[in-house]
């Protein structure tokens, strides 16, 4: 099989595709034949040296795939199953690559309204804004929810699962993207290019954090008493933690894991039909660097996919 790897840390030019023996499931996993795989910001960092999350090089990047399982060492799935998900994060689960094992509690098996690329590019997203928005902050119907960066990849996905859990949704994103993200449901569209969010925006229950920088802190502005900051970018900043606490609010870090019910939880909403994942663009596997280079750029509208 090939797989995309690096020797070095760098830009988008040290991932090389290269052959690789295929791996051998455990018990309990099961071997996929890739069809897709959702490219993720955090893999253009991981590239380039930023932070040593799965260590140094040689390593194979990657944590969204779609697929066909191959082979099956578990009552779970059956060979010939198409399945999706995001296994092993935050540890290194190689999924550039054309076949992939994975533990089958990863796993789901992919709704047929939705196509290899897309299921590709929702694990990731949609299990940080599940987290966020069910799991840690708990919203509720009636609820007034803020989610900073609404045109992202998590920030799309997150303004659907809120708004299926009837929640009022204000979004930010640059006027550019208001008509993509009114069209995921958003309630209210803040252009943060032009309007200051903290002077149009108040009494709001949950904030969802895409973004980090000074917009973490800013948004104790909008809370309502006891209001609950959760933020996918600054969960380590404890001095954050103190001033949130301090002020009656409460601020969690949500750093994403595999999920199981989670991920039973998107299925539902893809089937119910109130749920889809925008692909910007996608790349064939080996326009791997065109891709990256597209990823360090910044401000997508949803996500990156690779076909395999």
């Keep these: 099989m090939r797989v995309i790897t690096q020797q070095k840390l760098g830009g988008p030019e040290v991932l090389t595709i290269v052959d690789a023996p295929a791996p051998r499931p455990l018990p309990t996993e099961v071997l996929v034949r890739v069809k897709a795989i959702g490219l993720n910001p955090l893999e253009a960092r991981l590239r380039a040296g930023e932070f040593p999350l799965i260590g140094q090089p040689p390593f194979i990047l990657g944590w969204d795939v779609s697929g066909v399982v191959e082979d099956a060492q578990t009552w779970r799935f059956r060979p010939g199953d198409e399945v999706f998900g995001m296994s092993l994060f935050p540890r290194a689960a190689n999924a550039y690559a054309e076949v992939v094992s994975a533990p089958a509690l990863h796993l789901a098996r992919k709704p047929a309204s939705l196509s290899h690329v897309e299921a590709s590019a929702l694990p990731v997203v949609g299990l940080t804004a599940w987290q966020g928005l069910v799991d840690l902050a708990g919203v509720t119907a009636g609820d007034r929810v803020l989610v900073h960066g609404g045109g992202g990849g998590v920030g799309h996905v997150a303004i659907q ?113 109130r749920l889809r994942v925008h692909v910007q663009e996608t790349f064939p596997f080996e326009r791997v660097a065109d891709a990256h280079r597209m990823l360090d750029g910044g401000h997508l509208q949803g996500k990156l996919v690779l076909t395999v």
Excluded: W
């Excluded at 008493?225 to 601020?251: C, I, P, Q």
């Design 161 to 273: 699962i809120a708004k299926a859990l009837g929640a009022h949704v204000i979004a930010t994103a640059s006027g550019s993207k208001r008509e993509f993200v009114e069209g995921f449901g958003a309630d209210e569209v803040i252009d943060y290019t032009a309007v200051d969010f903290t002077e149009v925006v108040s009494d709001v229950d949950v904030v969802l954090d895409t973004l980090g920088g000074d917009t973490v802190e800013r948004s104790l502005a909008v809370l309502r008493s006891g209001g609950h900051l959760v933020t996918a970018v600054a969960e380590e900043d404890s001095e954050l933690a103190a001033k949130f606490e301090a002020a009656g609010m409460r601020f969690s870090g949500i750093a994403v894991d595999p999920d199981p019910v989670a991920l039973r939880g998107l299925v539902e909403l893809v089937e119910q039909g």
